[in-house]
């Protein structure tokens, strides 16, 4: 072939290995060349398959977006979408903080301006195994809850970091919402537990952060209907008998009503009051605005006529993009050719009826103790788990922590305007509100949520004045 052939034929395998990530040991089986109807972009992708339990047949479909810019001086992020049982993929990389929206055709993709991967390497999970692609050969994986959840979750970081293995050492940073509120503080748990175990890799864990998060059932099921309350969606006498007859310690998710007969009669004529044509996660939204997607709570099965993926809109269009052959093999999923169709709540999964139930805050405690900030923050315009259980609950935690107030309760500043309220305790414990934004922040204000998370994963309190700044 003579010394230029062979030397160019290097070049051009060298170059190709390059251009599939080869260089950082990224697995180029995984890497996304490019989305259909995608616009072009400088970061790269990944999607595929992380086997947990190669036995009984059950892997996590996960989907990774580098940094924009600088990728391997960024921390890594994980996200997970609540439900329990929704995806990660359709919610939170897709419709909130990734770097795509789908288009109006369900055909094609729109870039997010204000995505989060211009602070921090992104990875998203569709756990536990049912949801989105992610699957088992085993039916009885599908039985799961939190304890397995968390378990599977750990798993899948070990052999994620054997795929990527230069991610190991960098800032690690755990987020979520909704549901996620049981899903991250246990997989930190579970990474701590770890690193206390382990006389070799540890989870390098900055921080936790978890939006409008179900923590302690007893107190965010009744902010649901203070919260009603206090926007003019029910009247008085409806709201003081709920108040003052409904004895929510009692609640539980596996018994949701409540013994006095007066308390179910009130609430049954709130959820009739508020009816169907409010969006439950944005009270200020129309109904069909592309805006929210299907993470019905399970706390909210009191409710029986409370809206369940009102926003068609949105969900119509990530649905048929998601279920469209070339884009699924685009992002190697669906390798077994499921039974079903993708959809943003699994069909399959049953969930623990029980585990919703679980005081979060004690784990939340654990986790501050060992020096880990965890913020908590509040769309204020979500009543399906308000600002007002939330902000209570953080409170409380202080409280049991002996923590003071480092940065007292106020307004926080975007572009000049007010971004939303912040109260610090205890330089660990930060409690935010987001003004204007829903269950799904990063979706109803990007540009505010990307300001905070920015400011979370870059150790920075959230500005106290309207000065100009370069998260602005």
Not at 3 to 27: A, C, I, Q, T
Not at 118 to 140: C, D, H, I, Q, R
Request: proline letters at 6%; charged letters at 20%; one cysteine or more.
């Amino acid at each position: 072939m003579g010394w230029w052939g062979s030397s160019g034929v290097l070049f051009l395998f060298g170059f190709l290995w390059l251009l599939s990530g080869g260089v950082k040991g990224f697995p180029s089986e995984d890497l996304v060349l490019r989305l259909p109807g995608q616009p072009p972009v400088s970061f790269k992708q990944y999607a595929g398959y992380v086997d947990i339990d190669v036995k009984n047949g059950r892997s996590l479909f996960y989907y990774f977006v580098e940094a924009e810019e600088h990728p391997e001086k960024k921390p890594l992020t994980l996200w997970l979408n609540g439900g329990p049982g929704c995806s990660s993929i359709g919610g939170g990389a897709f419709t909130e903080l990734g770097p795509f929206y789908p288009s109006g055709d369900g055909r094609g993709l729109r870039k997010n301006p204000m995505s989060w991967n211009k602070a921090s390497n992104l990875l998203f999970v569709e756990s536990p195994a049912g949801v989105g692609w992610s699957y088992s050969n085993t039916s009885s994986d599908y039985n799961c809850g939190d304890a397995s959840t968390a378990r599977d979750m750990h798993i899948f970081f070990m052999n994620w970091y054997e795929k990527f293995p230069s991610f190991k050492s960098s800032a690690l940073y755990l987020t979520g919402e909704s549901y996620a509120g049981h899903y991250i503080p246990q997989l930190a748990i579970a990474l701590l537990d770890h690193n206390a175990k382990s006389s070799g890799f540890k989870f390098n864990i900055k921080g936790v952060a978890i939006g409008n998060p179900l923590l302690k059932l007893d107190r965010d099921v009744p902010a649901t209907y203070e919260y009603f309350w206090s926007h003019g969606m029910i009247s008085d006498e409806i709201g003081i008998t709920i108040m003052s007859e409904c004895d929510f310690e009692d609640y539980t998710f596996a018994s949701p009503h409540n013994e006095s007969h007066s308390c179910n009669e009130a609430i049954s004529m709130a959820n009739q009051v508020v009816g169907n044509y409010i969006n439950n996660y944005d009270v200020i939204l129309d109904v069909c605005y592309p805006s929210i997607v299907e993470q019905e709570l399970r706390l909210r099965k009191m409710a029986s006529k409370i809206s369940l993926g009102v926003d068609v809109c949105m969900t119509m269009e990530r649905k048929f993009y998601f279920n469209l052959p070339e884009v699924q093999k685009a992002l190697h999923a669906n390798r077994t050719k499921l039974p079903y169709r993708w959809s943003m709540c699994s069909p399959v999964i049953n969930y623990s009826d029980t585990d919703g139930n679980i005081n979060i805050l004690p784990l939340l405690k654990r986790i501050i103790e060992l020096r880990i900030p965890v913020w908590i923050f509040s769309g204020d315009q979500d009543s399906v788990v308000p600002l007002l259980g939330s902000r209570t609950l953080v409170r409380e935690l202080a409280h049991d922590l002996k923590f003071k107030i480092t940065v007292p309760y106020g307004t926080w500043f975007h572009k000049g305007q007010v971004g939303g309220w912040v109260i610090e305790y205890g330089n660990l414990l930060t409690f935010a509100t987001v003004r204007g934004a829903a269950h799904m922040v990063p979706y109803a204000q990007p540009s505010r949520a990307l300001h905070l998370f920015s400011s979370f994963v870059g150790g920075r309190r959230l500005p106290n004045s309207t000065r100009p700044s370069i998260e602005d």
